[in-house]
C-alpha cells in the first residue's frame, strides 16, 4: 500500500504559512501555496519567465485567427499557389499535393483530398481556381468538424482533468491558460504541480497560480507525482473546488518506464473517485509534424487520452497536423494555442481554424 494512502490531510494541514518554504517540503508533505502569499514562496526569475507583468490584452483586442494563422506553412504555401490564378491541370494538382504534404496534412489526408479534387477537375466542376479553392476549403472544414468538440466541464466537483504530454510542448503554460479560462467562467480552481522531475516546472505553475489567483499543490523536487495529484484531489474534495487540472512530468512518448507512471496516476486517482481522471488532455506542440501521430498513439494506449490541444499554432508552425490527427484518431481537439497571452487558448473552431488557414481569396485567387 503506498504510504500517502495512510494519512488524511485537511486542508489547514496542508496549507502553507507566511514563514514557510513552499518549496522544500516532506515527500508526504504537500504544500498548498495559496494566491496571495505566492509573492514570498516563488522565486521572481520565474514569474518573470513564465507570467510577465504586463496586463493581459483585452478579449477584445486579440488577434483574429487570421492574424495569428497567417504566417502558417500551410497558408503561406497555398498563397503562393493560388497568387498566380492557376490552370486547373495535373501539374497544378500535383502541386498541390506537395503544399499539404510539405505542411505535414498527412499522406492519406492528402491523398483524398487531391484524388477527390482530380475526379471533380476531370468531370469539369469548378471554372475557375476560385471554386476549386471553395471546394477544398469546404473539404477542409467537414473534416475537422467531427472533433470540434469543446470541453465541457461538468456538475462533478472537482472535474479532474489530467494533463499530458512530452517535453516542451507547452503543457505547463497550457494549464497556466486553463486556469485563467475556467477562473474567469467563475469556477473555483486547483493547480497540483505534478511535474515533480523539474523544479522549474513547479515554480513556472506556482507562478500561473499567482497570476490567476489560484492555489497550488506542490511537493519537493523528486516526490512521487501520483502522491502531489492524490493530494490535490483530497483538497480539492474537501474544499468543493469545481476544477482540479494535474500537470505531469514532461516524458517521451518511447520510455515506457515513465508512461506507466501515468497509469500509475490514473489508477491512484481512482482510490477516491473512479471516474477520475475525467478528461485527458495530450497537448501537442503544432511544430511536431508527424511525429505526433506517434505521440497521440502511445499516450492514447497508456493514459486512454480523451482531447488534445495544439499549441504553437502562431508564427511559422505548419499547421496541417491538425488534419492528420483528425483523419488517423477521431479524437476531439478541444483547444488551440495561438499565442503566449493568457487568453490565447480558443477552443477549437473548425470554420475559423480554416479560415486562418485558407482564406476565401489567396493572392490573385479570387
Not at 15 to 38: F, I, K, N, R, Y
Not at 197 to 226: C, H, K, T, Y
Amino acid at each position: 500500500m503506498l504510504k500517502f494512502w495512510k494519512k488524511k490531510p485537511t486542508a489547514e494541514a496542508a496549507a502553507v504559512t507566511a514563514g514557510q518554504d513552499a518549496h522544500v517540503e516532506p515527500v508526504d508533505s504537500p504544500a498548498l501555496v495559496e494566491p496571495e502569499m505566492a509573492a514570498d514562496a516563488i522565486d521572481p526569475e520565474a514569474v518573470e519567465a513564465a507570467a510577465p507583468r504586463a496586463e493581459p490584452e483585452p478579449a477584445a483586442a486579440r488577434r483574429s485567427w487570421r492574424e495569428r494563422l497567417s504566417g502558417s506553412g500551410f497558408a503561406r504555401g497555398l498563397s503562393g499557389l493560388f497568387a498566380r490564378n492557376p490552370v486547373l491541370d495535373d501539374a497544378f494538382l500535383d502541386e498541390l499535393e506537395t503544399c499539404l504534404l510539405t505542411a505535414d496534412v498527412g499522406v492519406a489526408a492528402t491523398t483524398e483530398l487531391v484524388d477527390d479534387l482530380r475526379r471533380r477537375v476531370g468531370k469539369r466542376e469548378f471554372a475557375d481556381s476560385s471554386a476549386l479553392l471553395a471546394a477544398l476549403r469546404g473539404d477542409l472544414v467537414a473534416r475537422l468538424q467531427a472533433v470540434e468538440q469543446p470541453l465541457e466541464v461538468d456538475g462533478r466537483h472537482p472535474f479532474v482533468v489530467l494533463v499530458v504530454g512530452v517535453n516542451g510542448v507547452g503543457k505547463t503554460t497550457t494549464i497556466g491558460k486553463l486556469a485563467h479560462r475556467y477562473r474567469d467562467e467563475g469556477r473555483s480552481v486547483l493547480l497540483a504541480a505534478g511535474d515533480t522531475f523539474r523544479a522549474a516546472a513547479v515554480e513556472q505553475l506556482q507562478a500561473w497560480g499567482q497570476r490567476n489567483g489560484v492555489p497550488v499543490i506542490a511537493q519537493g523536487s523528486g516526490a512521487d507525482s501520483a502522491s502531489v495529484i492524490f493530494d490535490a484531489l483530497q483538497t480539492a474534495r474537501s474544499r468543493g473546488t469545481d476544477v482540479l487540472v494535474a500537470d505531469t512530468a514532461g516524458r517521451l512518448h518511447t520510455q515506457s518506464g515513465l508512461m506507466d507512471e501515468l497509469a500509475k496516476i490514473r489508477r491512484v486517482l481512482g482510490k477516491l473517485d473512479v471516474e477520475a481522471p475525467h478528461e485527458t488532455l495530450l497537448v501537442i506542440d503544432g511544430n511536431t509534424g508527424q511525429n505526433a501521430i506517434s505521440q497521440l498513439r502511445q499516450f492514447r494506449d497508456a493514459t486512454g487520452v480523451s482531447g488534445l490541444v495544439v499549441t504553437k499554432l502562431d508564427g511559422t508552425a505548419r499547421g496541417g497536423v491538425v488534419f492528420a490527427l483528425a483523419r488517423e484518431f477521431g479524437l476531439p481537439i478541444r483547444y488551440v494555442g495561438l499565442g503566449e497571452g493568457a487568453e490565447d487558448l480558443r477552443v477549437f473552431d473548425a470554420n475559423a481554424f480554416v479560415d486562418g488557414l485558407l482564406p476565401a481569396s489567396l493572392g490573385g485567387n479570387g
